[in-house]
């Protein structure tokens, strides 16, 4: 059966997170677990969540003197081999401390085990670049991924007099500022399956470079999703990648 102990918020109460919760004033004896959770909530206007089973038969260290709730909380468990955490508004759950200490809970500045399992990853770029190109190259250079990625073009010359599009094969382009950004979350999903995405800087869906020409008067630049995959790792001899 589960122990729910709700108190109305007190005038003491500030935030609902550990960054941005205020110091009050505590000046609590050592007592019985239910009695200490009783009078922690009565003083922070915080809730705390715990199973009857557990907390039956323990004792609270005393706590005195000014903290966070996050940090009373931790003062007034010592010697109870209960963990906390912060678990909503308001509120805290208690879990046995070796439990606790599994999941990142228990230890200060800890953070959850999960979190452990991803990683993010990132680089910015920037550069100045200048293209030169001698007059003496050929201009008519067809641009086929221009070409690739348009309606098509119609090659008969009986009804279409038109070139295709064409590369700059001769014109300069000079004071050309370029930025490349990536940000990467990876993911290890169990011991052999990992996950991975990419969003990156670019002019264009080119798999070639995500580079961007900055400029434009300000113009918003596009962010794209380079990169998605999930692998599989069955054996130490193989490993299948899906790739997106």
Do not use: C
């Amino acid at each position: 059966m589960t122990l729910m102990i709700f108190v109305r918020p007190a005038a003491s109460a500030d935030g609902n997170d550990a960054g941005t919760q205020a110091t009050v004033r505590f000046d609590l004896p050592a007592q019985p677990l239910d009695a200490a959770l009783v009078a922690f909530g009565e003083v922070t206007g915080y809730s705390v969540l715990v199973s009857r089973q557990l907390a039956a038969g323990r004792v609270a260290a005393p706590v005195r003197g000014g903290y966070t709730p996050t940090e009373a909380l931790q003062r007034l468990l010592v010697g109870t081999q209960l963990g906390a955490r912060l678990s909503g508004s308001n509120a805290f759950t208690l879990l046995a401390l070796a439990e606790a200490k599994a999941g990142g809970w228990a230890a200060p500045n800890e953070i959850p085990a999960w979190t452990k399992r991803i990683r993010v990853e990132g680089d910015v770029r920037a550069r100045y670049e200048a293209r030169y190109y001698d007059m003496a190259n050929s201009n008519i250079e067809i641009d086929w991924r221009s070409l690739n990625s348009g309606s098509g073009y119609d090659v008969n010359s009986n009804t279409n007099l038109a070139l295709p599009a064409l590369l700059n094969t001769r014109q300069d382009r000079k004071h050309l500022l370029r930025a490349r950004a990536r940000l990467s979350i990876l993911a290890d999903i169990s011991d052999s399956t990992q996950a991975g995405s990419r969003l990156a800087s670019g002019n264009d869906d080119s798999p070639v470079s995500t580079t961007q020409t900055l400029g434009g008067g300000l113009g918003k630049k596009n962010i794209w999703l380079d990169q998605a995959w999930l692998s599989y790792q069955p054996a130490a001899w193989l490993k299948l990648t899906a790739l997106g």
